[in-house]
């Protein structure tokens, strides 16, 4: 069950990943998709951590809000 559950969740940060538009500017590269998401992995252990935490969860929220009103208006 637990192994069920993991590959759940990684097919759902998978679809993150295509749902964020990553995979066609990267052409589908996994050496680009990897570089970028350890690019974005640096930045957070930077000194300015907290902030671009914040600023990718409102981002984030912003886009699942949006999408979720689009989704009711069609």
Known sequence: MARRERTRHLIELGGLV??????ELADDDRAT???ALL???????GDDAGN???LWKRRG???FDAEA???GNG
Request: charged share 25%; net charge positive; glycine share 12%.
């Open 52 to 54: 671009v935490l914040a």
């Open 61 to 63: 929220k912003r886009a």
């Open 33 to 35: 998709l990897y570089g």
């Open 39 to 45: 690019d974005c992995t640096a930045r957070v252990q």
């Open 18 to 23: 295509q749902k964020a538009g990553l995979v």
């Open 69 to 71: 009103e689009g989704a």
